[in-house]
């Protein structure tokens, strides 16, 4: 780098961090003469930085907003403290969007020395996430998804889902969303013919192909509601599979992105994995199986007889004439002066 380079660009760091600075000020920090100050000016304006300029005794520099936004000069200070707030943005969605915060710290990371990214890599570990914390996720690959989601580019890669079972699979990445501390990626699943939600932590062996795709339009209220369903759906405490007269097709036109899970079971039925902390949440979830269609559940005892005995006392109840109806305080009399309400 020349002198002149070098001096120019201490300048304009000089300028990024004042509002305003007399020619003198400048000239004595960077060692030089007032008149090669307005030369060194003139080689930033011609680069696109708006530099205004006064006369007189009180005049100087001041560094405008322009119509398009020029390079900046940080420090590494800055750098570093500008990452670890894009992360934490990214993460406790305080902007709007987390994918575009995503894709401005993996540029910013993409051209931070080795050293730099250390030290952001070590300050994130000890900024807290907020009460769960997630699974942790490597920056790179979170930078890498928000890149492919921005330029619609077909990524592949290794998934484990959440029961364990391994898959490769070809997508086209819609929108990356933090959901429960964790981080979810939304695409269309190429080999399904259909939308996916995927869990980020979960992805492993990450491919871009620098294939692009045409956008897919997906609504945002449609991919609040994955996610949604996505970060709702994990192994529970108890479980059991509903096999229901329904086909494949017609069950996912019915429960949509809910229906998590579900496989088909020869043309005419679907069998779908039902859970929940105990016997009733499963037959919470049971009880939206459509009205007329017939099903059957392995949901195993001694839940299967708990479950038996309170839908007993349900029918029951159901069967048995109505209560009394509950008795009505009577009416205070109105007294002279009084108003009736």
């Known amino acids: ?33 007032s008149r090669t100050v307005r030369r ?29 936004l020029p390079p900046l000069l940080l420090s590494d200070d800055e750098a570093v403290a500008i990452a670890i707030g894009l992360r934490i943005a990214a993460s406790q969605r305080l902007v709007d969007g987390p994918q575009t915060t995503l894709s401005a710290l993996a540029k910013l990371e993409q051209v931070l020395p080795p050293a730099l990214r250390r030290r952001v890599a070590a300050l994130a570990e000890v900024v807290p996430s907020g009460p769960g914390g997630g699974a942790r996720v490597s920056p790179e690959l ?3 998804l928000a890149l492919a989601c921005r330029d619609h580019e077909r990524l592949r890669f290794d998934y484990t889902s959440v029961t364990g079972e391994a898959s490769s699979r070809r997508v086209e990445p819609h929108s990356l969303a ?32 620098r294939v692009l795709a045409a956008p897919r339009e997906l609504a945002e209220e449609t991919v609040a509601e994955m996610v949604l369903a996505a970060s709702s759906w994990s192994p529970q405490h108890v479980e059991a599979d509903v096999v229901m007269d329904l086909g494949f097709e017609d069950f ?25 902390s105990d016997w009733r949440e499963a037959m919470y979830g049971m009880l939206y199986v459509p009205a007329g269609v017939p099903y059957r559940t392995d949901l195993a005892e001694p839940h299967r007889g708990e479950l038996r005995e309170a839908v007993a006392r349900l029918l029951a109840a159901l069967e048995a004439a109505p209560p009394e109806p509950r008795a009505t305080e009577a009416p205070r009399p109105v007294r002279g002066g009084e108003i009736a309400g």
């Open 1 to 33: 780098m020349s002198d002149t380079t070098a001096r120019a660009l201490r300048l304009l760091s000089l300028l990024q961090t004042h509002r305003h600075w007399t020619s003198t000020e400048l000239g004595e920090r960077l060692g030089i003469t």
């Open 40 to 68: 060194d000016i003139d080689r930033l304006r011609e680069l696109g930085y708006r530099i205004e300029s006064e006369p007189g005794v009180a005049g100087g520099y001041r560094l405008e907003a322009g119509n398009a």
């Open 142 to 144: 979170l930078g890498d």
């Open 178 to 209: 933090p959901a429960e501390r964790n981080w979810y990626l939304v695409c269309w699943d190429l080999d399904r013919e259909d939308w996916r939600t995927f869990r980020v932590d979960r992805i492993e062996r990450l491919l871009r192909t």
């Open 252 to 276: 996912r036109g019915w429960f949509g992105h809910w229906g998590q899970g579900a496989t088909p079971e020869g043309a005419d039925r679907t069998r779908w994995p039902v859970g929940g």
